[in-house]
């Protein structure tokens, strides 16, 4: 999302981007290396360049979540940047920064160095209203709801034929395979199904460390031959999974979660959404008309509920649609950047 902001042309906005780029991908985001250090110390040195250059009328900034690692970089970036700020816009793309405070900081002085960095700014985006009230706790003085919004790569809505369908099914999830994302839970609901003679295959999509890997194939036993994890898919190769697929499953409970955008991206490709209550979730997912929300952790109801629908092809089709609809009323690109547009205009004149 923050690069379809800065590479699109907003009517009325000029900007410069300092990539900040701290992390190769989500395993790599919460953990702590010196080569971080010496990179926030650039970042800084780049972003005072650009501002003494610029003088921007509004400093875009989105935190990193609620982990120590990121909180810690956020800390020391916006101490740094916002004497020299003339208005700061907090955008909240990883959920639960606040609850960080809420639960009480400790040392005290870390205490006030976190409340003088996030406190008080201008303008708080956050992405649903389910989401955790970062805004309102850090007392930002307008808070503005922004759903994100991705380009239709997928053109059309698709039209399969309820009774014509290939065997086996597929089940679908895209992400990073760790276990806060669900994935344990997922292939433990499947292994149910499995064992019960459901003929289905689960195609997990996404970067997995090794241990991670072998930790769900062995989950998976007897049935092992029955789950595929390809990897980070990229471009085609992923779409291409989009299309294939059957039911689109995402069953997280990850403490950053904000709105993912893997599930506006199985909307787009007209299939039903299999989902936890959770976050921002149910603020793309409506239950029993895109698709199926469930309770985090409930194993037992998530395989129930892929049951079902991977029974069912005329209810799959019609949440799939009722999904396509959705996303393309309420989550296309060019409606977001046109709200982010607003929003930095207004903020930046007031």
């Known amino acids: 999302m923050i690069e379809a902001l800065v590479t699109a042309h907003l009517d009325g906005i000029e900007s410069r981007h300092v990539r900040m780029a701290y992390s190769r991908d989500l395993l790599d985001n919460s953990r702590f290396q010196l080569r971080k250090v010496a990179h926030l110390a650039s970042v800084i040195g780049r972003t005072w360049l650009e501002m003494a250059r610029f003088r921007p009328d509004v400093v875009y900034y989105p935190p990193g979540g609620p982990n120590r690692v990121p909180m810690a970089r956020d800390i020391v970036t916006l101490l740094a940047i916002r004497p020299f700020a003339r208005r700061l816009v907090l955008h909240f793309h990883a959920g639960g920064v606040s609850e960080v405070w809420e639960h009480g900081i400790r040392p005290k002085p870390l205490k006030a160095l976190y409340h003088k960095a996030f406190f008080g700014a201008d303008a708080s985006i956050q992405l649903a209203p389910t989401n955790p009230p970062d805004g309102q706790v850090l007392e930002a003085k307008r808070v503005v709801y922004v759903p994100n919004g991705i380009a239709d ?47 289905f295959r689960l195609e997990l999509v996404g970067h997995s460390s090794l241990e991670m890997s072998d930790r769900l194939r062995v989950l998976a036993q007897p049935f092992a031959d029955h ?45 039903p959404v299999v989902a ?20 985090t952790h409930d194993v037992d109801g998530l395989a129930a509920t892929l049951g079902a629908l991977l029974g069912d092809p005329s209810r799959r089709h019609a949440f799939g649609l ?4 959705s996303f393309e009323e309420r989550f296309s690109l060019q409606r977001h950047l046109d709200e982010m547009r607003d929003l930095l205009i207004e903020v930046g004149l007031s």
């Open 322 to 325: 009722a999904g396509r609809k």
């Open 153 to 199: 790569v997928a053109g059309v809505r698709r039209e399969p034929d309820p009774v014509a369908e290939p065997s086996p099914r597929r089940v679908l999830y895209v992400g990073a395979i760790i276990e806060p994302k669900g994935v344990v839970d997922l292939v433990t609901a499947c292994r149910q199904l499995w064992e019960a003679g459901a003929d």
């Open 276 to 295: 936890t209550n959770w976050r921002s979730i149910p603020d793309l997912v409506t239950d029993g008309e895109t698709g199926c929300l469930v309770a």
């Open 227 to 271: 789950l595929e994890l390809p990897g980070l898919l990229e471009g085609e190769a992923k779409w291409d999974r989009y299309r294939k697929a059957d039911v689109f499953c995402f069953p997280s409970w990850f403490e950053a979660e904000g709105a993912p955008l893997v599930v506006l991206e199985a909307m787009m490709f007209s299939l």
